[in-house]
């Protein structure tokens, strides 16, 4: 379901882009600006049913996120439109990113700016549904600086161009309940418990996990979601990767040493029935609502959950980050604005656009709560970190940027993670003794199956194109 609102009116590098225009900062960071791909390079636009005429003047911007973001959206919008001499914005707003990508690719809404996923950027541009940005924020002096973390940069760029303009950044951080957690206290017992909000070792993690687990009180320590995206923090923390090398990637690397051996330390947590939730009680409810009602003591998250726990009553909860194992990384969502191949009005869309990424827009936005901005200078600031609100250690956010692992582009990311998933669950909940060699090569072998199916060969042995529909 989506609601629509009309405003009327007149890796880990920690490298940090200097000051320089966006074009330049391709230059800097890709190369040469005069080696990028010209618009006649761009993948062939979509089959799409040319959409119904509208006036340059009436833009539409697709976004998605919570009843809050929405409702900023659509005043800050309106707030554009009755400024503005050229353009009058009609914000469509969707439940989340699947539903707002369906709706797209099947020409349900045409917009001419909209938020995307970094993992969905590789679909769009094959589609050609978006066109780079770079040369058109440039010649609107757009300046970074120190603004935009180089790995946010790089992350939407492709073919040696800024594809959408990077908006949020949001890490995988652990949620704890300050009332089951209480590193003072497990001190106080001689227990090995973290002495800095940025950092814990995997051991520090575990001790935490049995500490809070009473039988007594029904708590349990520990939930991880038992998925790929779940458990690929802790296989770059452990030392482990997640895709085999390729560009693009043609296999998983469960059956890799490497991350075999980051799996066989995390799974030794997660699969100790006393300090995690049990199938029974995941029936029951999520393990988000059991944090909520206090009986959960840690849990993998993003910062969109916070102004839910905020209105939590009686939850007392703070935020630290993935435990380094034998080393400091993470992941997380990348989502950036993109201009549509056939906007409007192209001059009216990137004007737009300008505007999105603007303080004007992103400080209001940061304000909820519920995002991590990728200008840094609003990160760093009280609009995001909000002194005297939870979680006191939102620093652990901005902190675990730096430490963030950017997968490669794929187009397949949604088939790939249905090919795997219950595989890689099963890591986690398959009862009695774990064959981690057997079920890792079952892993890396079903996704084999999506990011290289096998070509279909002539009687010379040679590949052959399919026919097309």
């Given amino acids: 379901m989506r609601v629509t609102a009309v405003a009327t009116g007149s890796p880990r590098g920690r490298a940090r882009l200097r000051r320089a225009g966006v074009a330049a900062t391709c230059v800097a960071l890709l190369a040469t600006l005069a080696a990028c791909t010209s618009e006649d390079d761009q993948p062939p636009l979509s089959p799409d049913p040319v959409p119904a005429p509208r006036a340059e003047d009436q833009l539409t911007l697709a976004v998605w996120g919570s009843a809050i973001e929405v409702a900023t959206y659509e005043r800050l919008m309106a707030e554009y439109s009755a400024r503005s001499d050229t353009s009058e914005v009609e914000v469509v707003a969707f439940a989340d990113r699947e539903e707002a990508m369906d709706a797209i690719e099947a020409g349900e809404v045409r917009p001419d700016v909209f938020m995307a996923s970094r993992r969905d950027l590789s679909r769009l541009r094959e589609d050609g549904r978006t066109i780079p940005v770079d040369e058109l924020l440039d010649e609107r002096f ?78 349990k320590g520990v939930h991880v979601d038992p998925s790929l995206a779940g458990l690929a923090p802790f ?28 799996l066989e330390r995390t799974l030794a947590l997660l699969r100790s029935g006393p300090l995690t939730l049990s199938d029974s009680q995941l029936e029951r409810a999520s393990a988000l609502e059991w944090f909520r009602r206090g009986k959960l003591a840690m849990i993998t998250g993003d910062r969109s959950w916070v102004p839910g726990l905020r209105v939590t009553q009686g939850l007392e909860f703070d935020v630290m980050p993935i435990p380094t194992i034998e080393e400091t990384a993470t992941t997380g969502e ?29 400080r209001p936005l940061t304000r909820s709560g519920s995002l991590v901005p990728a200008n840094q200078q609003v990160a760093l600031s009280e609009d995001f970190l909000q002194p005297g609100r939870l979680p006191e250690s939102a620093t652990v956010f901005t902190d675990s940027v730096d430490d963030m692992v950017i997968p490669p582009l794929l187009d397949s990311w949604g088939p790939l993670q249905r090919a795997v998933d219950e595989l890689v669950a099963s890591l986690v909940t398959a009862p009695g003794v774990l064959d981690l060699e057997t079920v890792t090569a079952e892993i890396d072998l079903a996704s084999q199956l999506v990011l290289a199916p096998d070509p279909v060969v002539g009687e010379d042995g040679e590949p052959v194109e399919e026919p097309q529909d």
């Fill in 142 to 219: 757009v300046e970074f600086g120190d603004g935009y973390a180089r790995d946010a940069l790089l992350a939407f760029s492709a073919d040696q161009r800024l594809q959408c303009m990077p908006f949020e950044v949001s890490p995988t951080v652990v949620y704890y309940n300050k009332d089951l957690v209480d590193f003072e206290r497990m001190r106080e017992r001689g227990l090995d418990a973290p002495t800095s909000p940025n950092r814990w070792s995997f051991e520090q993690f575990r001790e935490a996990a049995e500490f809070a687990t009473r039988p007594r009180r029904g708590t």
């Fill in 334 to 362: 990348l989502i950036g604005f993109c201009l549509a191949r056939r906007p409007v009005s192209l001059s009216g869309a990137a004007d737009l656009l300008v505007h999105l990424i603007s303080d004007d827009v992103v």
């Fill in 235 to 262: 296989v770059y923390a452990g030392g482990g990767d997640l895709f085999a090398d390729g560009e693009p990637p043609t296999s998983l690397a469960f059956s890799e040493e490497s991350t075999r051996e980051a």
